[in-house]
Structure formats: structure tokens, C-alpha cells
Nanobody
Framework: QVQLVESGGGLAQPGGSLRLSCAAS????????MSWVRQFPGNRLEWVSG????????YYADSVKGRFTISRDNVKDTLYLQMNNLKPEDTAMYYC??????????????????WGQGTQVTVSM
């Protein structure tokens, strides 16, 4: 079955960096757009970043543009999110999501077929 397993979260200081990973299995990773979505305390969801199957096109929310970088390794079936210059407002649970083949509406949750279990990111002194 499909599995998406995030890792790499933790505690970081403001201005610090973290690298999230999402190991995928149970489906043809290279055929699906993938995305990072975060959930804030209070359960508000925010799309963070998305990447097309070949990795050539990447997209970012304005709140993270210039600080976060999404990438993927279609040999290792792994999605990444490099987060630099972290801010306290980045504190959230981060989920990787698998969109349907051909999907492109990053913030339309119906586009998503599967989710990981999440990894917590906390940015604090």
C-alpha cells in the first residue's frame, strides 16, 4: 500500500535550518506531483510548496518563497524540503502529500490521494 513517511523535523532557532524528507513507497513516485502542506495549532492548513513529477517545475507559497526549497529524487523515491531562515511562524506540523496523476491545484485538498503522518517543526529560541 501507499506509504509516505516524513522525517527531519525538530526544534530550530529563528534563522536556523532544517531539511525535511518524505520517503515514498507503494506507488510509482515519479508519476505524481508531490507537495508539502503544514498544519498550524488550531488546525489551519496551509499549502507550502509543490513539485511536478519530473522535478522541473516548483511552486511556493508567498510565506516561504526565497527561504524554502522543494526537491525530489525519483531514484530514491524521496521528497525533500530544505527550510532556511526559519521563523517562529513556521512552527507547524508538516505533511507530504501525493497528488493524483496530472493534478496541479496545490491547495485543493481533493487533488490529494495520500498523506504522510507528519513531522513537527518548532522554531523557538
Amino acid at each position: 500500500q501507499v506509504q509516505l513517511v516524513e522525517s527531519g523535523g525538530g526544534l530550530a532557532q529563528p534563522g536556523g535550518s532544517l531539511r525535511l524528507s518524505c520517503a515514498a513507497s507503494g506507488f510509482t513516485f515519479s508519476r505524481h506531483p508531490m507537495s508539502w502542506v503544514r498544519q498550524f495549532p488550531g488546525n489551519r492548513l496551509e499549502w507550502v510548496s509543490g513539485i511536478y513529477p519530473d522535478g522541473g517545475d516548483t511552486y511556493y507559497a508567498d510565506s516561504v518563497k526565497g527561504r524554502f526549497t522543494i526537491s525530489r529524487d525519483n531514484v530514491k523515491d524521496t521528497l525533500y524540503l530544505q527550510m532556511n531562515n526559519l521563523k517562529p511562524e513556521d512552527t507547524a506540523m508538516y505533511y507530504c502529500g501525493k497528488l493524483r496523476r496530472g493534478g496541479s491545484y496545490w491547495s485543493l485538498w481533493d487533488e490529494y490521494e495520500d498523506w504522510g503522518q507528519g513531522t513537527q517543526v518548532t522554531v523557538s529560541m
